[in-house]
C-alpha cells in the first residue's frame, strides 16, 4: 500500500495532494520530479504561527521534490532537491545503496506527505516521515529521510541568511581535520601510498584495510595484515594517526581479538568494524579483550540503535553515517548520547562532496566531533558534481564554510554527462563455495 493511501484511510493525508507531473528540469540524465500544488498540511498537525511568518521572514511551502541520480563510477550519488514557493531551495544526499532506483522511488513518495509544508520545520517533518512510516526504516528508507532532510536544513539557513551551523549549535572549531583512506597491495605499496598521501595533503591521520579474504587462514590473515600496517607505519612515522578497518570481515569475535592484540605494537587510531554490527553483545566481548580503541556505527541507524550501542560501552569511537542514519540532527542526538559516555565522533563519509559539507557544519558545531573520512575532490566525478567542493588545504583539515545553507551548490550541468549505472557489491565466496561477508 503506498504511504499517501495509508495516510488517506488514517485520516491524516490533506485533501488535494498533487500527482507527480513530469520531470520538468534538463538538470541531468536522471533529473526527476517537477512542481507540484500546494496543499492544506495535515489535520490535527502543526499549525503556522503568525500567518506562517518565522521570527523576520515570510511564511515558506515546500512546492515540489527532484531527485537527481549521477554516475560516480562504479556507483551512483543520489541527490535530493527541495523546491520553495519562495525560490528558496535546498539540497541534501541520501546514502547511495546499490538498488538506488528504489531510494529515488522512496523520497518520491515522501514528497507527497510534504508538499504544502513548511520547510524549515525540520523536526517537524523528521517526525511526519518517521513515524508514519511506522515500521522501524531499513537503509533504503532512512537514506530517503535522511537526504530529504539535508535538504530542509539548507532551506533553513538560506531563509535565516547564516550557515547551517550556526543553526545546530553555533561554531566551535576552526577547522574540520579529515583522514583518507589508502590501498596497496603489498606492504611496500601500502607504505609507499601512505607517505604520498601525507605529502600531498597534509594528513594527520589515515585508514587502510585489512588482509582476510575468507578462504584466508587465520594466521596467515593476521601475518599479513600485521606487514602491511607495519610497513603503513615505518613509512608515515609514530605520529600519524593510522586506523584499521576490518569492515566486518571477521565473523568471530575472538577472530578479530587475536588482530587486536597483533597490531597494537603499533598504535593503531582504532581497530574499525572489528565484527558485524548487529550482535552487541559480541562487539562488546571484542572490547573487554582488547588494548586499542574501537571504532563502529556506519551500519547504524538513528538513536534507537546507537543508545544501546553506546550505553553498553562496547565504542571509544562511534561512526554514524549522515546519509543513512537519519541526517543532522539525528546525528546530533547520537553525538550528545555518546558525549554523555565519553565517546568520541568521526562520522562515516563515503558518499559525494556534498555529503562532506553536510558533515562539515555537523562537526563545526559538535562537541565531542574527532575526525571526518574524506576524500579529496581533485579528480573526476567528485571534482565535477559540486560547483565548488570544499578541498582539504596542506594541513589535512577542511575549512568551515560561511555561506548560507550548506555553502555549496550542486553542478546540475555536469550531471547531463554523469549518466547512472546500475551497480551492486561484489559477492565474496570461500574456496568451499559459501559466500561470505566482504
Not at 498540511?41 to 515546500?62: A, V, Y
Request: hydrophobic residues 40%; proline residues 7%; neutral net charge.
Amino acid at each position: 500500500m503506498r504511504r499517501r493511501q495509508f495516510l488517506s484511510a488514517a485520516g491524516f493525508a490533506a485533501a488535494g495532494f498533487a500527482q507527480a507531473q513530469q520531470p520538468s528540469g534538463s538538470a541531468g540524465p536522471r533529473a526527476r520530479g517537477g512542481m507540484r500544488s500546494a496543499s492544506s498540511g495535515f489535520p490535527g498537525g502543526l499549525q503556522p504561527l503568525d500567518g506562517g511568518k518565522i521570527g523576520n521572514t515570510g511564511p515558506m511551502k515546500i512546492t515540489g521534490i527532484k531527485t537527481f541520480l549521477v554516475g560516480a563510477g562504479g556507483r551512483n550519488w543520489v541527490y535530493v532537491k527541495v523546491l520553495t514557493d519562495q525560490g528558496i531551495y535546498g539540497i541534501g544526499e541520501a546514502y547511495s545503496a546499490g538498488p538506488d532506483e528504489a531510494t529515488i522511488k522512496v523520497i518520491e513518495d515522501f514528497a507527497t506527505w510534504l508538499v504544502g509544508q513548511d520547510p524549515r520545520n525540520v523536526q517537524y517533518l523528521f517526525d511526519v516521515m518517521y513515524n508514519t512510516t511506522r515500521f522501524p526504516g531499513g537503509l533504503i528508507v532512512n537514506s530517503a529521510i535522511s537526504g530529504i532532510e539535508h535538504a530542509l536544513w539548507d532551506i533553513a539557513g538560506k531563509s535565516a541568511g547564516v550557515p547551517v551551523w550556526a543553526l545546530i549549535g553555533g561554531r566551535m572549531r576552526n577547522k574540520i581535520r579529515t583522514y583518507q583512506s589508502t590501498g596497496g597491495a603489498t606492504p611496500q605499496q601500502a607504505g609507499e601510498n601512505a607517505k604520498k598521501m601525507v605529502e600531498t595533503y597534509g594528513y594527520t591521520a589515515l585508514k587502510m584495510g585489512i588482509q582476510a579474504p575468507g578462504e584466508m587462514p587465520y594466521n596467515r590473515a593476521t601475518r599479513e595484515t600485521v606487514a602491511h600496517v607495519r610497513a603503513v607505519r615505518e613509512a608515515v612515522g609514530p605520529d600519524v594517526d593510522i586506523g584499521v578497518d576490518v569492515h566486518a570481515k571477521f565473523f568471530e569475535a575472538a577472530r578479530a581479538i587475536r588482530l587486536g592484540h597483533a597490531i597494537e605494537p603499533f598504535n593503531p587510531m582504532w581497530m574499525e568494524e572489528s565484527i558485524r554490527t548487529e550482535n552487541f553483545a559480541a562487539m562488546k566481548k571484542v572490547s573487554d579483550h582488547v588494548n586499542i580503541p574501537l571504532a563502529s556505527g556506519e551500519c547504524n541507524y538513528m538513536i534507537h540503535e546507537f543508545r544501546p550501542l553506546i550505553e553498553l560501552q562496547a565504542l571509544d569511537f562511534v561512526q554514524p553515517d549522515i546519509c543513512c542514519c537519519g541526517g543532522v540532527l539525528t546525528m546530533k542526538k547520537i553525538a550528545a548520547m555518546a558525549e554523555a559516555q565519553f565517546i568520541m565522533v568521526a562520522p562515516h563519509n563515503p558518499m559525494s562532496p556534498l555529503a562532506t559539507a553536510v558533515n562539515v557544519h555537523f562537526a563545526a558545531s559538535t562537541p565531542n566531533f574527532f575526525i571526518l573520512e574524506y576524500a579529496a575532490p581533485d579528480s573526476g566525478a567528485r571534482k565535477d558534481v559540486l560547483k565548488e567542493p570544499l578541498m582539504v588545504k596542506k594541513d589535512g583539515y577542511l575549512e568551515i564554510p560561511n555561506k548560507p545553507g550548506w555553502g555549496v551548490e550542486l553542478n546540475e550541468e555536469a550531471f547531463k554527462h554523469m549518466p547512472p549505472a546500475p551497480w551492486r557489491r561484489g559477492t565474496s565466496f570461500r574456496s568451499d563455495g559459501s559466500p561470505y561477508f566482504q
